[in-house]
């Protein structure tokens, strides 16, 4: 769709003056990095341009350059719901549906506004105007670098756009080792480094910059570490209250359900994770191969997502959210032991 649309996205633009960008609820790397990324080229270009995110994300993102223009829908209700009716074009970047955006989309929904998605998760609904979705795409920000380029706006890339995006890419990707990234996500990665990307500087800055109390949490979510070597599956789970002794921050979980699938032979790997204010478990899940977890958390737990990488949540209590997983597993023994 992009290409043969891409001059009415075009004619949209050279009408627009406000534009807000919007990136999905609990944003990851790919969700700010494409959101900031397309916030200072809409900038650049004259517009005005915002970023409303639906809450709060971690702090190993807060350096990116124009982080601090991000509106947090939770803190800034007013000032946000204002812009997003003022907005003549706005941008959902890496989700799918309007129910990603939590307790914003109904705002949205009341929007008047020509609605662009970019996205690259299965199954998108079709709340946009304009629907730029490619599940084969290792990240959202791979994406925004490919619209740029399709605006033939690739000379408009500054260091501050190729930062943002090279961040996305890089944590969508496992930095750069999942099954999704291509060779044109290295020759994507290969440009923005050339534009001002510095590379190094951005691992270093997302990954060292760890607490001793992510650290000790990460302790303690291995030893929780549970391993059924038969259904070649292995799960963590973390209560409020060991969350609570290591003094949790948003973020500090990242990553964890990886380890994992770093042990030898497992290929489905599974993290609980128990948030007693939201009255629910959060649960991410991950697969090596073609063991589909987007069905898995679609089916089971509300969630959804990638095949190999997908989220989703459960209102019973941590105990009986594992019980119920543990009582699933079986139907999948054909896919898991092949
Ligand atoms: P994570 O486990 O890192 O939160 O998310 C993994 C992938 O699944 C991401 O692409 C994320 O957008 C998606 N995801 C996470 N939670 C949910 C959810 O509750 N619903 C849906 N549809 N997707 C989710
Ligand atoms: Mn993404």
């Not at 990136?23 to 915002?50: Q, R």
């Not at 997908?310 to 699933?328: H, Y």
């Amino acid at each position: 769709m992009i290409d043969s649309r891409i001059f009415e996205i075009t004619a949209e633009l050279a009408k627009a003056e406000n534009i807000v960008i919007v990136p999905h609820k609990g944003p990851d790397g790919d969700a700010i990095g494409a959101s900031l990324g397309l916030l200072h080229y809409f900038k650049n270009k004259g517009h005005k341009a915002k970023v409303i995110a639906p809450n709060d994300y971690p702090h190993f993102l807060k350096w990116l350059p124009g982080n601090e223009e991000v509106i947090n829908y939770e803190q800034s209700k007013t000032e946000a719901e204002k812009l997003i009716s003022e907005a003549e074009i706005i941008f959902t970047l890496d989700f799918n549906d309007l129910s990603r955006a939590g307790d914003m989309q109904e705002v949205l929904k009341t929007s008047k506004a020509v609605f662009v998605m970019i996205d690259h998760h299965q199954e998108p609904s079709d709340y946009a105007e304009f629907t730029y979705s490619d599940a084969t795409m290792s990240s959202t920000c791979e994406m925004v670098y490919e619209f740029l380029h399709k605006l033939r706006a690739d000379k408009e890339i500054t260091p501050e756009i190729a930062t943002c995006l090279y961040t996305g890419i890089m944590t969508d990707t496992g930095s750069f080792r999942f099954s999704s990234t291509s060779s044109d996500t290295h020759r994507a990665v290969a440009e923005l480094i050339d534009r001002g990307a510095k590379n190094f500087e951005i691992h270093s800055r997302v990954f060292d910059t760890n607490s001793e109390n992510k650290l000790q949490l990460l302790g303690t979510a291995l030893q929780n570490l549970k391993v059924n070597k038969k259904f070649k599956t292995a799960y963590i789970s973390l209560s409020q209250e060991e969350l609570q002794r290591h003094n949790f921050k948003k973020g500090d979980t990242e990553g964890f359900v990886n380890y994992g699938l770093s042990l030898e032979g497992i290929i489905f790997a599974v993290i609980f994770i128990e948030k007693e204010n939201e009255d629910l478990v959060k649960i991410s899940f991950r697969s090596k191969g073609d063991f589909d977890v987007n069905q898995f958390a679609r089916k089971h737990f509300e969630g959804g997502g990638h095949i190999n990488a997908a989220g989703g949540k459960s209102n019973l209590s941590l105990n009986d959210t594992i019980v119920k997983f543990n009582r699933i597993l079986p139907e999948y023994k054909e896919e898991l032991m092949k």
